[in-house]
């Protein structure tokens, strides 16, 4: 039978990382900027906007690993075992 | 480095910046860890078991390239030369990665072998094997030693910390998960790199087009600079080649940085080829570099406009470029000063996590490459033959850290170099650009024999050393990078010439032993790919992906041409 493959799955890591970049980065946008930071970039709010994007890709790579999780086939050790 | 720049170049990081760089690393290291569990013989180790999902072999082709060099080096060739600095990507790799993919994988994966020298050894035998395994050995550590100095004088100009302490943490972390999870853990966190780059420079590119008003702010601006229009499009590229004669510029780009240069360095470089090697199936690794090259044909966005916008509103930078270069900043600072000028605490820690990951992207691959070249290559074929595996795993993680510790003397020596770029254009050339002549001829030429295999080496390594002693010591004149792209000319076309010279006069290799390796040899349906199961699907077929970045590419020319 074929079973998922745990816990590690690049996907969910690259989801989590940015999940956590992009809450701390958007809480500091909203909460944290004063105006020294936003003229900076002429009063773009980098951190707010950058959080978000930030938080859409974790999205994305949630979103893919929830819809097509790795599976892995009976005879993966076989074949690894053949290849080398 | 200038002790003049040091105290403005310090980043005002703050500890939610370091908290964020934190996180990263935790990161990596558990990547080490988790990636751990899945070694346990040397083909493991060493190239992933052969195990790898085509998208994750494929960004990772790229972050292995995306290091020091690339990021701080391509952002001031876009500072000082602006537009033509994108013929390094559109015409000086998405061709040969296209290439390597469709052309010359099915030999290298369809033959089974572990490393680019084996191919060679398999086709020439020994001689041309130890020229390519002991050069390609020495370059790695080389190479990543000089991504480890570039890393720790960065971290010396941004934050304050010492050189050697710098350069021996870096190391470190690379080291653990090198050692660790082997080559998986490489490749898994080259691509986690490759998002947090891409995290980094886009939010600084935003940020720096707004702050510049937009596109056409940025036309009027570097329009009216000491570059002026010229610098807005990509060709005929003269102050970059070196060429006064446009023509000539052209011929320059073309064939010495999009042929000869190009081809040898995507299609021969192990560091670079490893990565589609460790894929789980031929059309895999068909596809590893040509999905590659659709993020490589657009990264220069964020990596060459910054540099551009850098020189029109960093002040430093401005005044570096209009001849007065009394504030002791060097265009490789470019990227650096636009991070300090635009971003905030915050996304600050993000830019320097980028910058970091970036440097440990080099530096791990050139590990990870070298780690299996002298275990496979060097130890195993020449020093201790027909061990058990668990002896070659042992070896693997062994010379994992010799190559580290070797790198970190090297990252010293490295100390004296000012130009980065040009010094590794140098090692490039030597090395790389006979290397595609000869295998070329290698696999499509069934009579090209044993001898001619490292004789065309050699003469062609010779040739590219002339060229650069001549420019060097002032013979040839040319400024920019022409020097380098004429001497990869010249090893290319001396190693033809040798090689079809000495092939005349020797024995071809028998055929027998050829067959999986030379074009003719090869029965038809060892060179195909399969097309069931998960390499199924039109959007899976390598041609069809490979003709769409080409088309991609072509257009992205015309545009900015």
């Known amino acids: 039978m074929?079973?998922?493959?745990?816990?590690?799955?690049?996907?969910?890591?690259?989801?989590?990382?940015?999940?956590?970049?992009?809450?701390?980065?958007?809480?500091?946008?909203?909460?944290?900027?004063?105006?020294?930071?936003?003229?900076?970039?002429?009063?773009?709010?980098?951190?707010?906007?950058?959080?978000?994007?930030?938080?859409?890709?974790?999205?994305?790579?949630?979103?893919?690993?929830?819809?097509?999780?790795?599976?892995?086939?009976?005879?993966?050790?076989?074949?690894?075992?053949?290849?080398? | 480095m200038p002790v003049l720049a040091e105290a403005d170049l310090r980043l005002d990081a703050g500890p939610l910046d370091y908290a964020l760089l934190a996180v990263y690393f935790v990161v990596v290291l558990g990547i080490g860890f988790l990636a751990r569990r899945s070694v346990s013989t040397s083909l493991d180790f060493l190239l992933s078991g052969r195990s790898l999902p085509a998208w994750v072999t494929g960004l990772a082709f790229i972050s292995a390239n995306l290091g020091a060099i690339e990021l701080l080096g391509m952002a001031a060739n876009g500072a000082q030369y602006g537009m033509p600095t994108v013929h390094y990507y559109w015409i000086g790799a998405i061709p040969a990665m296209v290439f390597l993919g469709l052309v010359m994988m099915p030999f290298y994966y369809g033959s089974k072998v572990r490393s680019v020298p084996e191919f060679l050894r398999r086709r020439f035998g020994t001689g041309a094997h130890l020229v390519n395994a002991v050069s390609f050995a020495a370059a790695q550590v080389l190479i990543a030693g000089v991504n480890l100095y570039a890393l720790a004088s960065l971290l010396n100009l941004l934050l304050g910390w010492p050189i050697p302490l710098s350069v021996v943490i870096a190391a470190a972390i690379v080291l653990a998960y090198t050692t660790l999870g082997g080559l998986s853990a490489a490749i898994y966190n080259e691509v986690l790199q490759f998002f947090v780059i891409v995290a980094a420079l886009l939010p600084l590119t935003l940020a720096a087009l707004h702050k510049v008003g937009g596109w056409q702010g940025l036309v009027d601006k570097v329009t009216a600079g000491p570059g002026g229009a010229?610098?807005?499009?990509?060709?005929?590229?003269?102050?970059?080649?070196?060429?006064?004669?446009?023509?000539?510029?052209?011929?320059?780009?073309?064939?010495?940085?999009?042929?000869?240069?190009?081809?040898?360095?995507?299609?021969?470089?192990?560091?670079?080829?490893?990565?589609?090697?460790?894929?789980?199936?031929?059309?895999?690794?068909?596809?590893?570099?040509?999905?590659?090259?659709?993020?490589?044909a657009l990264i220069p966005a964020i990596i060459i406009i910054p540099g551009i916008i850098a020189a029109v509103v960093v002040p430093e930078v401005q005044a570096l470029k209009a001849g007065d270069a009394s504030s002791g900043v060097v265009y490789n600072n470019a990227l650096p000063l636009l991070i300090r000028d635009l971003l905030p605490n915050?996304?600050?820690?993000?830019?320097?996590?980028?910058?970091?990951?970036?440097?440990?992207?080099?530096?791990?691959?050139?590990?990870?490459?070298?780690?299996?070249?002298?275990?496979?290559?060097?130890?195993?074929?020449?020093?201790?033959?027909?061990?058990?595996?668990?002896?070659?795993?042992?070896?693997?993680?062994?010379?994992?850290?010799?190559?580290?510790?070797?790198?970190?003397?090297?990252?010293?020596?490295?100390?004296?170099?000012?130009?980065?770029?040009?010094?590794?254009?140098?090692?490039?050339s030597f090395f790389n650009a006979p290397l595609f002549a000869t295998f070329i001829l290698g696999m499509f030429?069934?009579?090209?024999?044993?001898?001619?295999?490292?004789?065309?080496?050699?003469?062609?390594?010779?040739?590219?050393?002339?060229?650069?002693?001549?420019?060097?010591?002032?013979?040839?004149?040319?400024?920019?990078?022409?020097?380098?792209?004429?001497g990869a000319g010249v090893a290319f076309v001396v190693d033809i010439v040798v090689s079809v010279a000495v092939t005349m006069v020797t024995r071809p290799v028998p055929q027998e032993r050829l067959v999986g390796l030379v074009y003719s040899l090869t029965p038809k349906e060892d060179r195909k790919h399969s097309t069931t199961g998960e390499d199924a699907g039109w959007y899976r077929s390598p041609a069809l992906l490979g003709g769409g970045v080409l088309v991609l590419t072509a257009v992205l020319n015309i545009i900015f041409g």
């Open chain 2, 230 to 296: 010229e610098q807005l499009s990509a060709y005929p590229a003269t102050e970059l080649t070196g060429f006064q004669n446009p023509v000539l510029s052209v011929i320059g780009i073309v064939f010495g940085l999009g042929f000869v240069l190009s081809f040898g360095y995507w299609t021969t470089n192990f560091a670079e080829v490893q990565r589609a090697l460790s894929a789980k199936s031929m059309s895999a690794a068909k596809r590893t570099p040509i999905i590659g090259a659709y993020p490589k």
């Open chain 2, 445 to 486: 030429w069934k009579r090209m024999s044993a001898a001619a295999g490292w004789a065309g080496l050699v003469a062609g390594t010779l040739g590219a050393v002339l060229v650069f002693v001549l420019a060097e010591t002032g013979v040839l004149d040319l400024p920019g990078q022409g020097a380098s792209f004429l």
């Open chain 1, 2 to 84: 074929a079973r998922k493959a745990g816990l590690f799955d690049l996907r969910l890591v690259i989801a989590m990382l940015f999940a956590v970049y992009g809450v701390v980065l958007v809480v500091v946008g909203l909460g944290f900027t004063d105006e020294a930071d936003l003229a900076k970039a002429d009063g773009w709010n980098v951190n707010l906007w950058s959080g978000v994007g930030m938080l859409a890709l974790a999205a994305v790579f949630a979103a893919w690993t929830a819809l097509r999780p790795i599976v892995v086939p009976d005879d993966a050790e076989a074949e690894s075992r053949r290849t080398s």
């Open chain 2, 346 to 428: 915050g996304m600050l820690g993000i830019a320097i996590t980028g910058l970091l990951a970036s440097f440990m992207a080099g530096v791990a691959a050139n590990v990870s490459s070298f780690n299996t070249v002298f275990t496979y290559d060097l130890w195993q074929d020449y020093v201790r033959k027909d061990r058990p595996d668990e002896y070659y795993l042992r070896v693997g993680r062994l010379a994992t850290i010799g190559g580290t510790i070797v790198a970190i003397f090297t990252a010293f020596l490295a100390a004296g170099y000012g130009n980065i770029m040009d010094y590794i254009q140098a090692l490039f």
